[in-house]
């Protein structure tokens, strides 16, 4: 077939059938949408080109660059049209966590301006926060800017309702459960809004990852708040999932169907497989089920992310290193913690805790508890991974904002032989109870 512009060839991605001997399930057939087959690698080819496509021109005439809100696939979507079209790429992003990803922006002429990495307790008052970032530069200079807002944009669900939608209903019918990772929303809700429109009984599920874990795209539960267009009402469930799922699911689509994905559609296509496991269990047979899960974008990029997550599929002499990464979950959910009124009485003991703030450093410099330090936990990972850094003759306590990421860190401290406890009530928690008592 032949195009005559590139940007004729997004969307319209290939629906590819997986085999049963894969997945297991004895009433479902599974579907993946190959949507790293659009021109520029990812799904977010549709929305940066149906955020832009209207304001091209207005673009060109002013000489207006367009801002990007993005870490990865957005971003390079847009740095690709935008120089194709004749416009210079803004984009703003917090410390890229993919080497690859910054270099191929390098490559592709775009301006980016990048904020300092962001902790894994979000502060919605951190100046540094991209969304807010990116509104304020274009507040204070329209005439050099225009936004493109994936986050805040409700054309971004209506592209996906007119395209992604469409094109699954065109290949496949009527749909029993569609399954995407969560990032700006967009997918789930325009595709499985149309897909309910054709077939009311549709199930769409939307997944994301557990606090403290990451897929590149895709959000925790933590970060949902700063997407403007999520609606947890129109999911019949959310569910989470792990860095290992990611890397799993995404080693097992590579490997066994010939599906070359990263590993966000690995996590979408891990956590599916587990929910309909349980599922196919209560079918009776008399009829086929379709599921369908977004294979978003290529695996290329991300070969830093799975060596991380997955070391000793390159050394394997790092299969039996303990990581807080495969820190199994029932040893975080069992971690120590302490009530502020225990810290409270530890502090004014003769055995002190060193206590350890994970939050990022505005939020440190706004307020903290008396006596804490400030480790960001994005350092304090590698860190402990790597070895010990800390005295072991005092207690060590780690605090969050509300109580819920430093619960890992107190689980792995724990497990290297510290005296170790997370914060329960978090940083603001316990500065509360100080106010009170005071």
Known sequence: ?????????????????????????????????????NPYGSIKDRIAYGLMKDHIEEMKETGKKPVIVSNANTAKAVSAISHYVGLQPYIVSNKMPYKEVKNQLKFLGAEIEELPALTQCPNPFDPNDMIQFAERKVAQNPEKFHLIDQFGDQRNPQIHYETTGKEIYS?????????????????????????RDQYPQTKVFGIITENG????GGRSKNEMWEVGIFNPDHYDEILTGTNQHATQGMRELNLKCGVMCGPTGGL???????????????????????????A?????????????????????KQSNKLRIQTLPQIKIQNAPSLTADELYEMQRSEDKPLIIDIRGSFAYSISHIEGSINI???FLEPMLDNGQPFPHDKPI?????????????????????????????GVGGYLNFIEHQN
């Open 1 to 37: 077939m032949i195009y005559e512009s590139v940007l004729d060839m997004i969307g319209n991605t290939p629906m590819l059938k997986l085999p049963q001997e894969v997945h297991g399930l004895k009433h479902i057939d599974v579907y993946a949408k190959l949507e790293y087959m």
């Open 171 to 195: 290949d496949l019918g009527n749909v029993d459960y569609f399954f995407a990772v969560l990032g700006t929303s967009g997918t789930t809700l325009g595709a499985g809004n149309y897909l």
């Open 213 to 216: 874990h990451t897929a590149p």
């Open 268 to 294: 979408g296509y891990h956590r599916m497989v587990e929910k309909l496991k349980e599922i196919d269990k209560t079918l009776d047979g008399t009829k086929r089920h379709k599921a369908v899960f977004i």
């Open 296 to 316: 978003c974008d290529r695996m290329e990029p991300y070969m830093d992310y799975v060596q991380k997550a997955c070391p000793e599929i390159f050394d394997e």
């Open 376 to 378: 960001q936990d994005t």
């Open 397 to 425: 306590v780690f605090a969050c904002m509300i109580g819920d990421v430093s619960t890992k860190f107190a689980a792995f401290a724990k497990e290297q032989g510290y005296d170790a406890y997370s914060l329960s009530c």
